[in-house]
């Protein structure tokens, strides 16, 4: 695909495209209003929609929208065309600045955790401009950001956006005490490879709990699942490679930089990665890539699905956001460098980092936290619950060797003088050997490792970001003060280590025994989203959102709330959908097999009188003592449901769903799986395990 440089980006609305279509002045007025982070001059924003409309309508759009993300974790869109009456029955294209910057959606039908009362639907959208508007399906769509009458966000864009700030500000506190005054923006960076699976569309559409839950509830598992490790880097099979390629020129005209394709390691398990750019970008290319594989994959006949558990016994899906900051002068702050002076920076960026993550493991785990992606922390594939740092023996040498006041030694290694102490080139392989750690610093940034592959990955970028911004913003009020530099630099640097070296972890994360010296240690292990929420709202975590303006007290309730209701509604739907397919098709067949083989049974038996009749018998009576025990297993379930209604706090719900009904739906599973086992295949009414993991 040598045109590949052409299509890039032809369906964004970029620099190139405003520098060649603003007058000079708009356009530098417009860059100004950007970097001052300044609301535009009507006249300016005038001229502005006025060219993107020209550009959107020379690309074959007829409609622009605010492209928004609100907290259901996907993005919303209401089309208006462009079309405004001319006379005469005409119509002309227009679009004005008002119309670019604001928008009013009607924002009733969006989640908004008691933020909006009812009778005050209004909600407004305005454009950012640091995300730059495109096109998609002959719609000109602008990012933006989502808030209500009042001014309280109704958005996933607007708290990433005000932590990403928070952030620059106290970074750049940092980087002035190094004599960096030539920075005039530290931007969080931000690349995440995304997991998927691709299965059959028509074998998809034949099974309910995939089309109501995105995951199988029931379903034994093959003979053959994942264990040969024949899939994992496999050559791709042509009809995946066309939706691969055709994936990847929908990316690349929307300015995408999608970068690496290959199969993971479950069977029809596959995973895209773009090259890392600025995390608002990062954020809503993330959104198009999941909305992108879906569209293209149905085009393919295919079935994307985005849940992190779709199938029992084979890995799921989850999605790493690497992270690192960069200045607007081009410096990787985590990148340890080889200057000595670069590695005293980097190395109290690196220590911030584990400090943050220490002291804010609740935040992290709140982050990820999604009845989906409960079902893969904690399971032998993903990164456990419990948050720990890797950080690689070359790196851990130094800081314990800082933190002892001895030299180090780095034996074979490069030797560099420094500031504070020698650091060591770092050897790639050393920081990226452990694939079994939630969060690992691999070469010259972080990767967090514990995202679930169907979010949104703004609510981690906003915890990391804000809580980087918390630690700089003490660092910086303690070496502000100081009379000696040097001296307290370094003397931060071992305090920190020494204060929250407890959060490293080099060995495997999988391990029985991690869990254990993990509790001894005092690290939190929260289990499930019902266990992480809670600490969403204690007070230190809203002090420290109001501290730097990234959510408000009651924004945070909202958020705690919308979450907690999201868990209890996901598994209500789950169980209803499981009681349904028990009752309406599982019981059927399993009735119509053992009616045939009872028939077989008599027949044989009028035929051939005293002969063995084994294979009937012995069928028919497991299979009745399993339909009736998984009956009694759909009518407590049912039972269990209807004791909802006592409940009408959201933690007590959440709980009683985690407690009470997910140990019934097991139960239930783990009966109709046994009885898939023993039911003739043209007797089972949905597609197995089998046919959907290698049908493709
Ligand atoms: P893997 O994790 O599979 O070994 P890489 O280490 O090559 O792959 O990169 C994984 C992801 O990390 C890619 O999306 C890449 O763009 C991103 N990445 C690389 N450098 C940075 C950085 N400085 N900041 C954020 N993301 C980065
Ligand atoms: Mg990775």
Redesign the pocket.
């Known amino acids: 695909m040598n045109h590949v440089p052409e299509i890039f980006g032809s369906m964004v609305f970029g620099d190139d495209a405003m520098r060649e279509r603003l007058p000079a002045p708009v356009y530098n007025a417009f860059r100004k209003c950007l970097e001052a982070r300044q609301t535009l001059d009507l006249d300016v924003a005038d001229a502005m929609a006025t060219a993107m409309k020209d550009w959107a309508v020379e690309h074959g759009a007829t409609h622009y929208t605010h492209w928004f993300q609100p907290m259901t974790g996907v993005t919303a869109e209401k089309h208006d065309s462009f079309i405004s009456p001319a006379g005469d029955g005409k119509v002309i294209m227009d679009f004005s600045g008002k119309e670019l910057v604001k928008g009013e959606p009607d924002a009733s039908s969006f989640p908004s955790g008691g933020l909006r009362a009812t009778f005050e639907a209004r909600g407004y959208t305005a454009w950012d401009p640091s995300s730059y508007a495109f096109i998609k399906d002959g719609t000109l769509c602008i990012p933006t950001i989502f808030y209500s009458y009042g001014g309280s966000v109704l958005d996933k864009k607007t708290p990433l956006l005000r932590a990403t700030d928070a952030l620059d500000r106290q970074a750049r506190r940092i980087l002035a005490l190094f004599g960096d005054t030539d920075v005039s923006r530290v931007i969080p ?3 995440a ?1 995304q997991e998927y699976f691709l299965i059959d569309k028509e074998l998809h559409d034949q099974r309910k709990d995939l089309l109501f839950c995105g995951r199988t509830l029931f379903g034994a598992k093959p003979p053959k699942g994942q264990e040969m490790d024949d899939h994992y880097f496999g050559a791709i099979k042509p009809r995946v490679q066309a939706f691969m390629n055709e994936l990847n020129e929908e990316l690349w005209k929307l300015g995408v930089y999608s ?1 690496t394709e290959h199969n993971e390691v479950a069977p029809a398990q596959h995973e895209l ?4 750019t600025d995390v608002n970008r990062a954020a809503d290319h993330n959104q198009l890539t999941m909305e992108l594989m879906k569209t293209v994959a149905a085009r393919h006949g295919l079935s994307c699905l985005l849940h992190e558990k779709p199938f029992a016994g084979v890995n799921g899906s989850g999605k ?1 956001d ?3 900051l ?1 200045t607007d002068t081009g410096i ?1 702050l985590l990148n340890p460098g080889t200057s000595p002076q670069n590695n005293a920076r980097f190395l109290l960026f690196l220590v911030a980092m584990i400090k943050a993550v220490d002291e804010h493991q609740d935040l992290l785990r709140v982050s990820v936290a999604s009845a989906g992606n409960d079902h893969r922390l904690g399971g032998n594939e993903a990164p456990p619950a419990i948050i720990s740092i890797f950080l690689g023996d070359d790196l851990t040498d130094l800081l314990e060797s800082l933190e002892k006041k001895e030299v180090y030694d780095p034996k074979d290694r490069t030797d560099l003088k420094l500031g504070v102490d020698v650091l060591p080139r770092l050897r790639q392989d050393t920081t ?1 050997r452990n694939r079994t750690s939630p969060f690992a610093f ?1 070469g ?2 972080f ?1 967090f490792r514990m995202l679930g592959s169907a979010i949104s990955i703004s609510c981690p970028n906003v915890i990391l970001n804000t809580i980087m911004a918390d630690t700089l913003m003490q660092f910086a009020d303690e070496l502000e003060e100081a009379e000696d530099f040097s001296h307290a630099l370094n003397r931060l640097i071992r305090r920190t280590y020494r204060e929250h070296k407890r959060i490293i972890f080099n060995g495997n994360n999988y391990s029985e025994d991690w869990a254990e010296e993990a509790a001894r240690r005092g690290l939190l292990n929260l289990k499930t989203t019902a266990d992480a929420l809670p600490y969403y709202i204690s007070e230190k975590n809203i002090a420290m959102f109001s501290r730097h303006r990234v959510y408000s007290e009651s924004e945070v309730h909202s958020r705690y709330e919308i979450l907690m209701e999201v868990y209890a509604k996901t598994l209500n739907i789950e169980a209803l959908t499981m009681l349904e397919m028990a009752r309406k098709d599982i019981f059927p067949a399993v009735s119509a097999y053992i009616h045939d083989l009872s028939e077989t049974a008599m027949q044989k038996k009028a035929l051939l009188p005293g002969v063995e009749m084994e294979l009937e018998t012995s069928l028919i009576s497991r299979l009745s003592k399993l339909s009736s025990e998984m009956y009694r297993m759909t009518e407590g379930l049912e039972k269990d449901l209807r004791g909802v209604r006592l409940y009408s706090d959201c933690k007590a719900l959440a709980e009683y769903y985690r407690d009470v009904i997910l140990p019934d739906m097991a139960a239930v599973r783990a009966a109709a799986d046994e009885i898939e086992t023993l039911t003739g295949e043209d007797y089972w009414p949905y597609p197995t395990y089998s046919q959907l993991l290698f049908h493709v």
């Open positions: 960076s931000c690349g490879e970068k990665a773009p090259i890392f790493h690497n992270w690192s960069c990787n990226d691999t010259n940034k990767e």
